[in-house]
């Protein structure tokens, strides 16, 4: 693998996803994501040399149904109010650009825990307007309940409404500021 340019990238939001999905009543899949957030990508001499960091507003929630997107940020939940960010700060990169893991601290309703991202480096380009490009994939199942997210309701047939492993993805896209 090529070396990345190394620098300080900033997140081009427009061209990047964070989505997320939790099983719903046992039997389908509930979908979701996050409108605003922001990271920044340091990339050094190798892909072991380099970090992220990200910000999630947690208020920027959207299932595509209001009453669920409220549930979703009130106490039961994420408690938008008394915890209005998600963050994610990297501590280490295993392997290599082809296939590696982005481990780090994930930090919901003010609890921390260590998470590993399975990642893959989507590439590095310059667009048609000059610009320096990198992209990448990363996915991680985690468990809402070592969050503090607890809340849930029994079903009559057995199980419960809302599982405890969400599955996040993320596809996020980085520029590399021009020098002015």
């Given at each position: 693998?090529?070396?990345?340019?190394?620098?300080?990238?900033?997140?081009?939001?427009?061209?990047?996803?964070?989505?997320?999905?939790?099983?719903?009543?046992?039997?389908?899949?509930?979908?979701?994501?996050?409108?605003?957030?922001?990271?920044?990508?340091?990339?050094?001499?190798?892909?072991?040399?380099?970090?992220?960091?990200?910000t999630v507003?947690?208020?920027?929630?959207?299932?595509?149904?209001?009453?669920?997107?409220?549930?979703?940020?009130?106490?039961?939940?994420?408690?938008?109010?008394?915890?209005?960010?998600?963050?994610?700060?990297?501590?280490?990169?295993?392997?290599?650009?082809?296939?590696?893991?982005?481990?780090?601290?994930?930090?919901?309703?003010?609890?921390?825990?260590?998470?590993?991202?399975?990642?893959?480096?989507?590439?590095?380009?310059?667009?048609?307007?000059?610009?320096?490009?990198?992209?990448?994939?990363a996915s991680?199942?985690?468990?809402r309940k070592?969050?503090?997210?607890?809340?849930?309701?029994?079903?009559?047939?057995?199980?419960?409404?809302?599982?405890?492993?969400?599955?996040?993805?993320?596809?996020?896209?980085?520029?590399?500021?021009?020098?002015?």
């Amino acid at each position: 693998m090529t070396a990345l340019t190394t620098g300080t990238w900033n997140l081009d939001a427009s061209h990047s996803e964070i989505g997320f999905s939790v099983r719903h009543a046992g039997i389908s899949k509930v979908r979701g994501s996050f409108t605003e957030f922001d990271a920044t990508l340091t990339t050094g001499e190798t892909l072991a040399d380099s970090s992220v960091e990200a910000t999630v507003q947690i208020a920027s929630v959207n299932t595509k149904d209001a009453n669920r997107d409220g549930h979703l940020k009130s106490e039961d939940f994420f408690n938008a109010e008394q915890f209005p960010t998600m963050t994610f700060k990297s501590t280490s990169v295993k392997g290599d650009a082809g296939d590696f893991v982005l481990v780090g601290d994930l930090t919901i309703r003010g609890v921390s825990k260590e998470v590993e991202f399975a990642a893959e480096l989507g590439g590095e380009a310059v667009d048609a307007f000059g610009a320096t490009r990198v992209g990448f994939f990363a996915s991680t199942t985690i468990s809402r309940k070592e969050f503090g997210i607890t809340w849930n309701a029994a079903l009559e047939a057995g199980g419960v409404l809302v599982s405890d492993k969400v599955k996040i993805e993320i596809d996020a896209s980085f520029v590399l500021p021009t020098a002015e």
